[in-house]
């Protein structure tokens, strides 16, 4: 029997995400839940794993490739396990078969047969195999659909050559850094591969001719490129770059954004800091002063509740929250995520620091869940990491507020009616007007900044 398998919706309503790779070839025998591609949204790398054990007929996208959720991506051959088809289910509607697949299942979209009818499946679909449902009675068709090249880096086909020119995600990189069309390039490789140097000598003629049209000498390079590499790059728009663009103009041009910066001695914290790394307690453990800064926030937010809270425009209602899931800002190869941790209120500072770091971490690998980069409540950013004392940090969207963490320094400093060399910290908070008024903004930021500057007076706040 052929099932396709096409892209599903893996997280929050997204609409596309890019194949990175694949992990499997035509022919190649898969089980269920075994990977079959790694693939980049909006948001985060995901790795798929196969909704079928049987055997891959085609590859229906490139590496490389941006690909619509609905999209048929996989072809497979499954074994007919003898149940039969709804009557009148042939033929149907393959494109609409996407709206009709059930909610929350794993982040997985709709699974069709050949014939474009949705599969049924079992609720817990990443753990058991395909139900006896998802069967049909029907013969397979005559011929499966036309496989994809066996080697999932071939490139797309020249027009009119009845072939597609084949080369390695590296090497078609280097062709769009180059504006080279692979098309147009002669395979000189094993099996009519194009290679680095295939590229790199059209690219080379194609200058040579250039110059030579203007009475220069051709060097290789591009002209007026000291470096010896193109004069420009030209990256496309997409992945997790696309998201937070789209995300940071919807919070900037829809919030009404203030800010305010209080700088404060940090001393005591630094002082706390090196005492929890020495002790028992929190050996094998990563303190930072953001973990400190982290529980300092959501100490704060118990005395400052607007500041943890939502504007809901579709309801005209301001949704105050009675948990908090921690943003934390984590930069990434692949651009700016905000994952969260869930209900941070409840964890010990111990707790704590263990969820922040394998938050960042998992974020900084390309691999958290979509569900940790959504439901976050108000964020925090270590901008101090860069060696920056201030900022102005852009609200996460649907948050109230977040807070930016200088670069602690040591500075003279007024310390018991003297000038001292202090260690010093600067916070930046930015907030949604709409929501958070000077006074409530300027009472969190006081409490933080409180903490921080004196750890004990966390005993006169809960």
Known sequence: MIKEFRLPDLGEGLTESEILSWKVGVGDTVTLNQVIAEVETAKAVVELPSPFAGVIKALHEEPGTVVEVGKP?????????????????????????IGKREPNLVGYGAVVESSGRPARRPRNFAAVAPSAATASAAPAPAAAPASVDSTPDSAV????????????????????????????????????????????????????ARTQGTGQQGT?????????????????????????????????????HATEFL????????????????????????????????????????????????????????????YVNLGIAAATPRGLTVPNVKDADRLSLRDLAGAITELTETARAGKTAPADLSGGTISITNI??????????????????????????NMPWEYQGEVALRQVLTLSLSFDHRLVDGEQASRFLADVGAIMAEPGMVLTMV
Request: charged share 20%; with cysteine; hydrophobic share 40%.
């Open 384 to 409: 101090g990491v860069f060696g920056i004392d201030a900022g102005t940090p852009i609200l996460n969207p649907g948050e109230a507020a977040i807070l930016a963490l200088g670069a602690v320094r």
């Open 157 to 208: 086909a020249p027009a009119g050559s009845g072939e597609r020119p084949r080369s390695t995600p590296p090497v078609r990189k280097l062709a769009k850094d180059l504006g080279v069309d692979l098309a147009d390039v002669t395979a000189t490789g094993p099996d009519r591969l194009i290679t680095r140097e295939d590229v790199q000598a059209y690219a080379d003629g194609a200058q040579d």
């Open 263 to 322: 700088t404060v001695d940090v001393t005591p914290t630094m002082e706390l800091l090196a005492k929890l790394k020495a002790s028992r307690e929190f050996q094998g453990c990563r303190v930072t002063p953001m973990t400190l800064a982290a529980k300092a926030v959501l100490i704060a937010l118990k005395r400052n509740p607007s500041l943890n809270s939502r504007w809901d425009e579709a309801s005209q209602e301001i949704v105050t929250f009675n």
């Open 73 to 97: 991506i996989v072809t497979f051959e499954v074994a007919d396990d003898g149940g039969s088809a709804p009557s009148g289910a042939e033929g149907g509607d393959a494109a609409g078969a």
């Open 220 to 256: 290789g390079a591009t002209a007026g490129s000291a470096s010896g590499g193109p004069r420009e790059v030209r990256t496309p728009i997409k992945g997790v770059r696309k998201f937070t663009a789209a995300a940071m103009v919807q919070s900037a041009f829809t919030a009404p």
